[in-house]
């Protein structure tokens, strides 16, 4: 398959760069809320400057005061079934979001501004969401306690490298050991009986708080995550707008050079999968992780034909999961992991982007040191040109 040459003379890697450069930095609602704000305007203003038609989607959460933006930019005609290229602009708390997510935001500019170059533009919704990672509500309970303990400053940095350690620990067990349809809280409960020699009267104090706060959270879409994304899907429902598929990227573009530094993601439906250009035994990490819920098998199959283009050719693992909404809850609940658990919640056909994650070491997300020279935009640049391609396909019209 090849892409239009026109479209590979357009998608400019400085345009990448520069985007990326302008995004990074702490954008969170507690800890940075003016580095969010800049964000969301930041986004709007390049849609607009490109001729994409914006609106901002205003919404609340339950147990905190204010409001959150999410970007929509529309492009052709709105009152047609469009495609959806998603991506979150917020980040954890404490982290630059270079590769989680600003990459991700700058390919949907690139690719914005290319298709607005176009007489006839397939219609197209560019959507941004806000408070991907997790629910503000929650955290500035948990952040107010840890200060009023002396756990945290005033800049939320951790008072001592010992509280650091051992609240990270914790975090890393309950992460490993918490499965959906459990209790959050439980799962934190039990792992604070186990470090509970480590822990001092206020750490103790914060971490039964914590595991009481979550007692009822047992699913994270759309509860203790993904809020904007979810909130956005209601909201589109009720107003009759219509997605006919949609490509979701989230911690894209970061490879690693030599063997070692990748592991095939366990706990996933690996029998499914279809590689291109992956060695599972050199454990190279240079390849984008591609999964699809059932009915995005020909949404999956198309943009691979992009990636083996002699224009791309760009590895790729691409893991098809052949069920509805509910089924992939009941068993691959662990693939949920972005907000394209908005589209498949309504069973829209949606393709969502990694670059593995938590699987390719050594891993920067949520820290600081998840930052711009850690990215390759050969890849950055390859994924902008499939997501083109795939956006223009005749087949998807």
Known sequence: MNIPGDIIKLVDIERLYTHVRNLEGERHPITNPEGLRKAQEYISTELRRYGVRVQSHTFTVDGYSGQFQNVEGVLGDATLPSAALLNHYDTFYGTTGANDNAVAVAIALEAARILATLPDPPTVRFLSFTLEEENPAFQKKLFDLAHDLGLVDERRRYTSNKISQVLQIHDSMARARWQPGLSMGSVNAHVTKEINDQLTPQLKEYLD???????????????????????????????????????????????????????????FPLQLAKMYRVDPERLLADWAFLVSNGPADLVGNVFCEYCRAKEVDLPYLLMHIPMDYEGIKANFPQTLGSDYSALWRENIPALALFDSAG????????????TIEKLDFDQIGKLTKATLATLMDPRLS
């Open 209 to 267: 708080f914590q595991a009481d706060l979550y007692c009822n959270v047992t699913f994270l879409p759309g509860t203790f995550g993904h809020l904007g994304s979810w909130k956005w899907m209601d909201d589109a429902i009720a107003n009759g707008k219509l997605i006919k598929y949609g490509i979701c990227m989230d911690e894209v573009g970061r490879t690693i050079k030599g063997e070692g530094h990748q592991v095939l993601p366990p706990g």
């Open 359 to 370: 699987w390719r070491t050594p891993y920067f997300g949520h820290t600081y040191e998840d």
